[in-house]
């Protein structure tokens, strides 16, 4: 899907036209842009994250010459996608990950106890 099918389909679910759909996308992603431009994230819950990801510079090597080259510092904008938008995509991972955390529960509480009964003892 490209940007003129997305238009599209603005238009077609929320009865606008074409251009009042296009406004309402550019206007969308000109506020997402500038919040990360900022500094700021930008949270869509179920959806995702965008934020800006700074780059520390570092040293490279150029593969043809082999010569050692600095790489400048970057600021990229990032994102993360939420939980319901990675189930969607793949929900046998979803699946997996909900299963394995029962199994994670029981063995915090394991640990806590050890700790727990060192503390008693220590007090005695």
């Known amino acids: 899907m490209n940007k003129t099918d997305l ?3 603005l238009a077609d679910k929320h009865t ?12 969308l992603l000109d506020v997402v842009v500038a919040s990360v431009k900022k500094g ?10 965008f934020k800006q990801h700074a780059r520390a510079a570092r040293n490279g090597v150029n593969p043809s010459t082999g ?9 990229l904008p990032k994102f993360t996608p939420g939980a319901t ?3 969607a995509v793949d929900p046998k991972a979803a699946a997996r990950k909900a299963a394995a955390k029962p199994a994670a529960k029981p063995a915090a ?8 009964k060192k503390a008693a003892a220590k007090k005695k």
């Not at 700021?40 to 994250?49: H, K």
């Not at 509480?109 to 727990?116: D, I, V």
């Open 7 to 9: 238009i599209q389909h």
């Open 16 to 27: 606008l036209t074409k251009a009042e759909a296009g406004r309402i996308l550019d206007t």
């Open 40 to 49: 700021d994230a930008v949270v869509i819950p179920g959806f995702g994250s």
């Open 67 to 75: 010569a050692k080259i600095k790489i400048a510092a970057a600021k």
């Open 85 to 87: 938008f990675k189930a």
């Open 109 to 116: 509480k394991k640990a806590a106890k050890p700790a727990a």
